[in-house]
């Protein structure tokens, strides 16, 4: 009897994974990702720990994944009309997700780049600053100090000067380039990629403040990085 209700309670969750694949289009893009991660993983010669960290780390995004499934379901079943609590409950199952995502980022960098780095796949072996982990810190920190001064302006009622997410990390990630370049004509390329997309934020928001606050913050973080690394 009590094999039959575990068989039958494995059957559920195998069902619980197939509505999350089938229906959320991130789980099928957080499969895709994990599934490219593995096949690397067969190429490369990991140590066990490595190989450990990683399955941690694609595990999390997936449970995460399920976890705002789960509340989105509720969410829905309760209301289908807005309510400003079903938003925050959506907004901050979708702000897990991400986080877990940002950790496996990291925990991929942390691993693979020492493999591919000998390998040739990278473009900055000339460089005088090659990428490697504290890369990743940069644009963690940029993350992390845009999303505190977003909700410490929100939370002052100051929603003008919340700075813009998408180009603060823009800026960043121009910015460290074109210090590890060190090169006029990449840098110079790399920055009008960066303002074309200023300039469609620009063209969208109707607020230039948060745009061009996002876009001081995120060459700063990236040049007191530098300093600091």
């Known amino acids: 009897m009590w094999l039959t209700k575990l ?3 494995f059957r559920f969750a195998l069902e619980g994974l197939k509505y999350t694949l089938v229906t959320q289009r991130n789980m099928r893009i957080h499969f ?5 991660v593995l096949l690397l993983s067969l190429y490369l010669p ?3 720990t490595e190989v450990l960290l990683l399955f941690v780390a694609i595990v999390l995004v997936l449970v995460a994944e399920l976890f705002n499934t789960v509340v989105e379901a509720v969410v829905d ?4 009309d807005f309510h400003p609590l079903a938003k925050v409950a959506k907004d901050v199952a979708a702000g ?3 986080l877990t995502a940002g950790f496996a980022v990291v925990v991929g960098v942390s691993v693979f780049y020492p493999y ?3 390998l040739k796949l990278s473009y900055f072996e000339e460089a005088p600053m090659p990428p490697n982990i504290g890369m990743v810190a940069i644009l963690v920190a940029d993350f992390f100090l845009t999303l505190l001064l977003k909700g410490w302006f929100h939370r002052l009622g100051q929603t003008r000067w919340e700075p813009s997410m998408t180009t603060s990390i823009a800026f960043c990630i121009a910015t460290s380039v074109a210090l590890m370049i060190r090169h006029l004509l990449i840098a110079l390329l790399v920055y009008l990629l ?3 997309l200023v300039g469609t934020r620009l063209h969208i928001k109707t607020r230039r403040s948060p745009v061009v606050i996002g876009a001081l913050l995120g060459t700063a973080v990236a040049l007191i990085g530098f300093i600091l690394l």
């Open 46 to 48: 990991l140590s066990k």
């Open 7 to 9: 068989l039958h309670s």
């Open 194 to 196: 960066t303002a074309l």
């Open 77 to 80: 079943m309760i209301t289908k």
């Open 96 to 98: 897990a997700v991400l």
């Open 116 to 118: 591919l780095d000998p």
């Open 32 to 36: 895709l990702a994990a599934l490219g």
